[in-house]
């Protein structure tokens, strides 16, 4: 019996694992799995889109004056290029 249980929850991981990159994520299709089937599930992610929206960790932003584009400028006030406010 605790074989099944693990092999049911191998199963339930793997599924969850092919929803990376979906809207609910990882998280979300492990319990969709769970309290449904991993099959169900399966369907339900083969017929759900790919998340389209833009990364929000990773901001960037460009100087008005040099135009110069840099990740680490998101927290700064004045440009490292060219010195002048951003």
């Known amino acids: 019996m605790p074989i099944m ?4 929850l191998l199963l339930c991981l793997t599924v969850a694992l092919l929803g ?3 809207r609910i994520g990882v998280f979300g299709y492990f319990l969709l799995a769970v309290l449904f ?5 399966l369907v339900f992610l083969l017929v759900s889109r790919i998340d389209q929206s833009p990364v929000r960790s990773l901001r960037v932003k460009v100087c008005k004056v040099c135009k110069k584009e840099n990740a680490e400028m998101a927290g700064m006030r004045y440009c490292p290029a060219c010195g002048r406010a951003i």
Do not use: D, F, K
């Not at 089937?37 to 599930?41: D, G, L, S």
């Open 37 to 41: 089937t991993p099959i169900i599930t």
């Open 5 to 8: 249980v693990a092999g049911y």
């Open 20 to 22: 990376r990159g979906r």
